[in-house]
């Protein structure tokens, strides 16, 4: 079957879909799971895709520790189109004897899967080698046959350094502004060196950059991936035009520690972009813009999301809507909420959490969630499932298990529903 007739079938099927949801209203619900039982490894930073069959990928890390040990894994779990259970746990990619982390997968539009990973080379964030594989083989049991493995060579043009000398004064100003107690005072301006510093180290500028959220197809043809940096602790994107054969980076995107950005694009055309804030108070997700294609970006700042340090990913969906996934607090991770606009994010009209405990020694940690809307107009979420650690069942080895990552199917309406009185 050609090409052409696959994709018009695939319309007529979106329109069907459509026209069926017209004329009968949504039934909100939500339907969760563990992908796997609670275990004693660190389990974190998971990413899910639908692939062209309907099946859901996600992966994650799994380890004892990438800053500490060596044994961190990309893992991964198929579920079957129809099906709500899982497969086994598989291994996508393990660099011998180093710590991997932060995978991130999409689906491209040739269909190929496409999986961006870190290697650790020294078990500090810093030394990240940003790596990323490709396969067409991916629909068969277990993990894909990988064509392509490559490491993406981040090379910073001149424009990053005279970036960084540009917002450096406007970061110095915005700190002293805080009134700091003179310790913090004192340690804001070391970083703030070090950054200026770090950004003529030719080393320093080229390793280190990490992904988090999925990379974002760009009128079909550009790949943009977003990433991060936890030593200069601002952001980066890397940008393709034929598919990861050459690759060239945006001006960086510079604020008070605005890192792990996730992609929209508005109906004018221009880019948006909301990032974790890793910076001083107050803790409020951070966003920026570009007018050209992603090459660069409006200065960075606040909105009135709040947020804990901690992932976000937003995403658009087909009738124009913008879904949020995020901690929606100031200090810990225990509130994971979803929250929907119809305005393009000027604001967010609807909310409903998926997770949420009470603040305290007790509570779980629900956070760095992946977000995609499904073929049949469905959300499917991904994100770390992490319980407290004092009353759960323990191994052989006193160890209590904890962690996981858990899988959430839901519609629009069950957002829109809000949470219960």
């Known amino acids: 079957m050609s090409n052409y007739v696959v994709s018009l079938a695939t319309a007529l099927w979106f329109v069907a879909i459509g026209t ?20 004693v490894l660190h389990n974190h930073a998971s990413c899910i895709v639908e ?39 598989f291994v996508l990619a393990d660099a011998p004897a180093f710590p991997d982390g932060n995978p991130c997968m999409f689906i491209d539009p040739q269909g190929r899967l ?40 981040v090379k910073p043009g001149p ?27 004192r340690e804001a301006d070391d970083f703030l060196n070090a950054m200026r510093r770090h950004a003529t180290d030719k080393l320093y500028r080229r390793l280190g950059w990490m992904t988090r959220a999925h990379p974002f197809v760009l009128a079909g043809q550009r790949l943009i991936v977003p990433l991060y940096h936890d030593g200069f602790s601002f952001s980066l994107m890397a940008i393709s035009d034929d598919w990861g054969q050459t690759w060239h980076t945006s001006a ?40 050209d294609r992603g090459e660069t970006w ?7 999301l709040p947020n804990p340090g901690s992932g976000a990913e937003i995403n658009q969906l087909r009738n124009g809507h913008w879904v949020l996934i995020s901690n929606d607090t100031e200090r810990g991770r225990n509130s994971l909420l979803v ?24 509570a779980g940690a629900y956070h760095y969630p992946s977000i995609i809307q499904a073929r049949d107009g469905s959300l499917q979420a991904s994100y770390s499932f992490h319980l407290n650690r004092r009353s759960l069942p323990k191994d052989v080895d006193g ?16 957002v829109m529903a809000g949470d219960p009185k």
């Not at 800053?67 to 894994?73: K, L, P």
């Not at 450096?168 to 009134?179: D, G």
């Open 298 to 304: 409006s200065a960075v700042t606040d909105t009135d």
């Open 114 to 153: 496409w999986l961006f990973h870190t290697t650790i080379m020294a078990n500090t964030w810093e030394s990240a080698l940003l790596k990323y594989r490709i396969s067409h083989d991916y629909d068969r049991d277990g993990p894909p046959r990988w064509e392509t493995s490559e490491v993406l060579h």
């Open 399 to 414: 160890d209590p298990a904890a962690k996981s990552i858990k899988h959430a199917h839901f519609n629009e309406a069950w």
């Open 159 to 185: 424009e990053f350094e005279a970036e960084v000398n540009k917002r450096l004064p406007e970061l110095e100003a915005r700190v002293t502004a805080l009134k700091l107690p003179e310790r913090t005072q």
């Open 339 to 362: 929250q929907i606009s119809d305005d393009e994010g000027r604001t967010w009209k609807w909310r409903r959490h998926l997770e949420k405990d009470p603040p305290g020694p007790e």
């Open 51 to 89: 692939t062209p069959k309907g099946d859901l990928l996600v992966c994650w890390f799994r380890g004892t520790g990438e800053r500490t040990a060596d044994d961190v894994q990309i893992m991964g779990a198929r579920q079957r189109r129809g099906q709500r259970t899982w497969s086994k746990t």
């Open 252 to 291: 960086p995107l510079i604020g008070a520690g605005n890192i792990q950005p996730s992609i929209v694009k508005r109906r004018d055309g221009s880019l948006y972009t909301l990032m974790r804030d890793n910076g001083p108070p107050p803790q409020r997700l951070q966003q920026a813009e570009s007018r």
């Open 20 to 39: 069926c949801a017209a004329a009968e209203p949504e039934q909100p619900f939500l339907e969760s799971e563990l992908i796997f039982p609670l275990e």
